[in-house]
């Protein structure tokens, strides 16, 4: 008997299952009262069964009548709360719209819940739309100026020779800093891709070598930081030294011959130009006297030991230091390691003190215009002009292979941003320019002369190419 009266049920379940779980689905969406779905679900067994395109015109008449509903809720939202619209925008639809679909819930009864879900699902939907403040943005009338970026390395050049990767990287990262640094950098990293270079079959070395190979390296440098002038003068020689080759000589004579030249400019026009500088500089200083420094510099740095150890000179040295880069911290420790007295200073708050008290103010120079105005760290024409007001004579120390042929009257014309200290409302620059009436003298390994020498200095050198 058990089994005959069990098995009804279990035919009829699966039509009697089907409709109750739609109808106790629509039953939970009204929360006021379960009403109105009950008589909905007592007649849902009686609906005939509607067409496609009767169930297409259904979806979109609910489609309208959840747009509608969805604009009066955004018209009474406080604030103009654009959540409910921005639901249906956002491509997320809110629960309800399933339900819809099964042709259960009336779109006249929307809950208070429903329009929560929608707030909480269009602010999720709009953030993706708000456009992503653009970083590192600089203004249209500073855009000339240039910035270091770090590039990623698939974004090089097929051609681009691994050490020269390696360089630019620690270029845009100021891991190598300093003009003359980077210039000895970058000529020992193009002797290595002469060194590795083959000629095609059926070009010169003097042809191909230039436009192929080393036009590329210049390129990616260029882009991950810009050229110094020393960089820019070398390279210049160097693709006169390129030129220069006999398109009989072999290449390997030729590479040898290209690389004794690098070596030769690097012996010459670096470090025998520094050992010179320092000299003639440490001349200038007298014992018993107040030197005062800006920063680290490296020709800074071997005048005051030169003329401390090797000239056994005794002075104290102020240090005035940049207040974003710190660098004048390494340098105070280091001179009071050799045994000098030495003060330090963090920022430019006592500077007209400090200055006031030292007999000379020595300078390293990033670059010289022709006009014998000054390229250095920012900060270094405050120095100078300070110098100035209290009579003090101010050296500066430059290579001449840092001095170029162009002309700057102020710091805007040829300056780099400081690209972690730059925003859409303000930035920084990392040189200024020190006009040459500031200036006492310039020392370079050919001479001690006025700024106003350097075009005649830059004359002399170009002779001697």
């Known amino acids: 008997m058990s089994t005959t009266t069990s098995e009804p049920p279990q035919e009829e379940k699966p039509k009697s299952v089907e409709k109750p ?90 809950s208070a819940n429903s329009g929560a879900t929608g707030r909480a699902s269009g602010a999720k939907g709009s953030v993706p739309n708000v ?44 891991t190598i800093d300093e003009s003359i640094t980077r210039l000895k950098a970058t000529l020992l990293a193009f002797k290595k891709v002469i060194d590795s270079y083959t000629t095609p079959p059926g070009n010169t070395l003097a042809r191909h070598l230039t436009p192929h190979v080393l036009n590329p390296q210049i390129e990616y440098l260029s882009a991950c930081r810009p050229m110094c002038f020393s960089m820019g003068n070398a390279i210049r020689w160097l693709k006169l030294q390129v030129s220069k080759i006999d398109p009989d000589v072999p290449d390997v004579d030729a590479k040898k011959e290209l690389c004794a030249s690098i070596d030769a400019f690097i012996q010459e026009r670096i470090n025998f130009a520094d050992v010179v500088i320092t000299q003639k500089a440490a001349d200038h200083i007298q014992n018993g006297e ?12 071997r005048t005051l030991l030169h003329a401390h150890s090797v000239d056994g000179k005794r002075f104290e040295v102020i240090v005035v230091d940049d207040p974003y880069e710190r660098q004048g911290q390494n340098l105070a420790r280091k001179l009071i390691g050799e045994g000098f007295k030495v003060s330090y200073s963090g920022d430019f708050g006592a500077l007209r003190f400090h ?38 004579q101010v050296f500066a120390l430059c290579e001449t292979i840092n001095i170029t042929d162009r002309v700057s009257t102020d710091s805007l014309t040829y300056n780099e941003i400081d690209p972690e200290r730059c925003s859409g409302s303000s930035f920084r620059l990392l040189y200024d320019t020190t006009l040459s009436h500031y200036l006492s003298t310039v020392v370079t390994e050919i001479s001690s002369s006025q700024p106003t020498s350097v075009s005649y200095l830059l004359r002399k050198l170009e002779d001697s190419n």
């Open 290 to 301: 107040v030197i005062l420094v800006y920063g680290r510099s490296t020709l800074v740095e």
């Open 355 to 392: 200055v006031k008290r030292a007999n000379r103010i020595i300078l390293g120079a990033e670059g010289m215009f022709n006009n014998g105005a000054l390229y250095g760290r920012c900060g270094t024409s405050d120095i100078a002009m300070t110098a100035k007001d209290f009579g003090k």
């Open 131 to 174: 456009p992503p403040k653009p970083e590192n943005s600089i203004p249209e009338c500073f855009s000339h100026l240039t910035m270091a970026k770090r590039l990623p390395i698939t974004q090089a050049d097929k051609d681009v020779h691994p050490t020269v990767l390696t360089l630019g990287q620690q270029m845009a990262t100021f």
């Open 21 to 110: 779980q739609i109808s106790s689905a629509n039953a939970q969406a009204p929360p006021n009262g379960e009403s109105q779905p009950k008589a909905e679900n007592a007649a849902s067994p009686a609906t005939p069964k509607l067409s496609g395109a009767q169930l297409k015109a259904k979806a979109k008449a609910e489609k309208q009548a959840r747009r509608a509903q969805a604009k009066a809720t955004k018209e009474t939202a406080p604030g103009g709360a654009p959540a409910p619209a921005s639901a249906g925008q956002s491509g997320h639809p809110p629960p309800e719209s399933k339900g819809n679909k099964k042709g259960g819930k009336p779109d006249s009864a929307p």
